[in-house]
């Protein structure tokens, strides 16, 4: 067994590019493998910020060889009273065989003349010749370029290749118009503490070649060097390191042999809050914040940088560093002292001139629109006087920090801020953190706002920019979501189910469509509505099976599928949706639903050739007792008159187990409707007792209906 080693050296590449280029290759490097018949006992794939490289251990030298049944002409063309023509003859010396190799064998579209070869297997070093360009070029990316006068696209020019088969050169070339990249063995080091060139002997000594030159390729070692080195120097300086995990990924592609150098910055600029001062270091920076404890509630005048010069010069970076923290952090205390000389709320007349969009408007009026979105929010929780003035006052002054300087400079404390100057003006508490938390979730991995008015502000900026994005015709594509829709929409859902908030989003959306509608003519309120609720009920769909785990035809069963009763409801009331579909996952997985699901289903699908009205519950006017021919129809009729009570009852609480449990009592009379001793014919060749019978089956799915519609699940 063998060993391939492939390295693309570039000038430095972009840190997000590295990990995408390593997953791009773990997903295609093994297809690429499978296509040509080849197994390997490991993949591992390397990236640094100067180069890409994929070590292949445990490829056979060859392909493995194969046989294979290559078809000819029909066996009526190639054989005249048992002699093969020219036709026979002519194939079986284009596939080097003679005559009497020749097979005929029955297919589809008659007999045909078939010859089986042994196909020998190419070697593998052959292939990887011809595969890797493949996998360099293939590489895709946010911005790639060209350069000298080639065609070649990749993020960062590509200066040096190394291929080796075991001890082995491959000779793969890169033509970039007047310039050629030939493979070698020859690899370059660490720019400063190897400057030499590194020579590779054999595949598998790649990795400690590379070591040995103060390269670590492996991303995995770097990232653990730098956690074990950043934690152990903030604990000489008496602290603990707060490893944001972004940063860590970045700094680690950053980086070919980390070292962490410590710095200082004055100690004043700890009156500072601390989200700017993290900011600073974190986003702005690449430095790790020291705090005094784990708890990361209290800074300290340190922080850490992962530098990938000499070690020996860390104190020469360390200066560099302290000077350009020290003039960032004097400008954010310079902002933070400009932006306290006057109260949150003397911002607002700054923001009309603030475009939010260009046909919406300022975000003035932005804050006006959802200020009015709160409010009907607040009206249907039905909330108290306290409750609403808070929730008016945070809605107001929600966006005025994004007029300060600090906001200016530092766009990510947006809120933040707004939370900082709102307690310094003077207001409430209620208010000031509702300002913060109206933007969360801000990430994927971000909380979700805690505060009633902070949950209701939130909802009502999301509810605004859904509206007046979606009235302007700016619909998110398959690959285009600029203004995050999506992300807003799965936020409102999740702050109104983590929340456990009563609201009526169908209600709040027709509101605000017509409110839109009215200050901009050209759109069309039900069109518009329509396409919210469609992309509303969406979401629903994707959150409740990608976050919840609800298989995917329970989730079809509580949304309906081009129902418009189940869209509606749904949207009605977004946490009875929730609980059904959660409610439907827990009886399937305690085998609950497999006691009703067959009497229910096979009613429902029945009950579909019918005109029974799907909110009818009671059986009394419904029901011709008169045309019952068999003691199981009386029978059924009963059971649907005890259903009824329990029925409402568990629609009045939402406490289905009750429905359920009700739904199983009757589940062996209609079973014995269907197929016991007195079972019916529920399509009677006469109209009206086949109509009565229907009738009974479309009760029973209503019922059902309550929880689910049965009939858009597949399995029990």
Request: proline letters at 5%; hydrophobic letters at 40%; charged letters at 25%.
């Amino acid at each position: 067994m063998s060993t391939f080693l492939l390295e693309v050296g570039t000038e430095e590449l972009p840190a997000s590019f590295v990990d995408d280029a390593i997953a791009q290759w773990l997903k295609r490097i093994p297809q690429t493998l499978a296509e040509h018949t080849l197994t390997s006992e490991a993949i591992e794939v390397y990236g640094t910020p100067r180069r890409l490289a994929v070590l292949i251990k445990g490829l056979p030298t060859q392909q493995a060889d194969r046989e294979e049944d290559i078809k000819g002409p029909p066996a009526q063309a190639a054989f005249k009273d048992g002699k093969p023509t020219k036709a026979a003859e002519g194939f079986a010396r284009k596939q080097g065989v003679e005559p009497e190799a020749l097979e005929v064998r029955a297919t589809e579209k008659g007999d045909f003349v078939f010859v089986r070869k042994i196909i020998s297997g190419r070697p593998t070093s052959e292939i990887l010749t011809q595969v890797s360009p493949q996998w360099i070029l293939g590489l895709e990316g946010k911005r790639l370029m060209r350069w000298a006068d080639g065609d070649i696209k990749f993020p960062r020019p590509i200066r040096w290749l190394v291929t080796l088969w075991d001890e082995s050169v491959l000779p793969v070339e890169l033509v970039n118009t007047s310039e050629t990249i030939k493979s070698d063995r020859i690899s370059q080091a660490h720019r400063v503490l190897h400057p030499e060139a590194v020579t590779i002997p054999q595949a598998a000594d790649y990795v400690e070649c590379l070591r040995s030159a103060y390269v670590e390729v492996d991303p995995a070692q770097r990232q653990s060097k730098i956690q074990e080195q950043v934690q152990s120097s903030a604990q000489k300086v008496g602290g603990w390191a707060s490893i944001f995990p972004d940063l860590l990924q970045e700094v680690t592609n950053l980086v070919e042999w980390p070292t962490a150098v410590v710095g200082k910055f004055d100690a004043e600029f700890l009156s500072l809050p601390s989200e700017v001062i993290t900011t600073v270091m974190v986003t702005h920076q690449r430095y790790f914040p020291i705090f005094k404890n784990e708890d990361a509630a209290e800074l300290i005048p340190y922080f850490i940088t992962i530098s990938n010069g000499d070690p020996a010069k860390s104190d020469i970076i360390a200066m560099g560093n302290e000077r350009v923290i020290r003039a960032r952090l004097a400008d954010g205390q310079y902002f933070y002292k400009a932006d306290l000389t006057q109260p949150l709320e003397s911002y607002l007349p700054q923001l009309e001139k603030v475009t939010f969009q260009e046909d919406l408007g300022s975000v003035r009026q932005k804050v006006e629109r959802l200020s009015k979105n709160a409010q009907q929010i607040a009206a249907q929780l039905q909330l108290g006087e306290d409750d609403s003035a808070s929730i008016q006052r945070a809605a107001l002054l929600c966006k005025a920090d994004l007029v300060t300087q600090m906001v200016g400079e530092f766009p990510e404390l947006q809120g933040v801020m707004g939370q900082k100057y709102a307690l310094a003006s003077g207001e409430a508490e209620a208010v000031s953190t509702a300002i913060f938390e109206h933007y969360l979730p801000r990430g994927a991995n971000d909380s979700l706002p805690q505060t009633l008015a902070g949950q209701v502000v939130g909802l009502a900026d999301r509810l605004d920019t859904l509206v007046s994005i979606f009235g302007l015709g700016m619909l998110p594509t398959g690959s285009s979501d600029p203004f995050a829709l999506r992300r807003a929409a799965n936020a409102i859902l999740n702050i109104t189910w983590t929340a456990e908030l009563p609201i009526n989003l169908n209600q709040l959306l027709e509101k605000i469509t017509a409110d839109f509608v009215a200050t901009h003519p050209q759109s069309q309120s039900q069109e518009l509505l329509q396409q919210l609720q469609e992309f509303f009920w969406q979401r629903i769909r994707s959150l409740l099976q990608e976050d919840r785990g609800i298989d995917y035809d329970l989730v079809n069963a509580v949304l309906g599928e081009n129902d418009p009763e189940y869209t509606e409801r749904a949207l009605t009331d977004l946490l009875d949706v929730r609980d059904r579909a959660l409610f439907l996952q827990e009886i399937r997985n305690n085998g609950k639903l497999k006691e009703i699901y067959e009497t229910v289903n096979r009613s429902t699908r029945l009950a579909a050739q019918g005109d029974l009205d799907k909110q009818q519950l009671n059986p009394e006017a419904l029901v011709r007792k008169e045309l019952f021919q068999k003691s199981s129809e009386p029978a059924f009729y009963d059971a649907l008159v005890q259903l009824v009570p329990q029925t409402q009852a568990s629609q009045e609480s939402r406490n289905y187990q009750l429905l359920v449990e009700a739904l199983s009592q009757i589940a062996p009379t209609v079973s014995n409707f269907f197929d016991g001793y007195e079972s019916v014919l529920v399509m009677d060749p006469d109209p009206e007792i086949k109509r009565n019978r229907l009738n009974l089956l479309g009760l029973l799915r209503n019922h059902a209906r309550v929880l689910a519609d049965f009939g858009a699940i597949v399995k029990s």
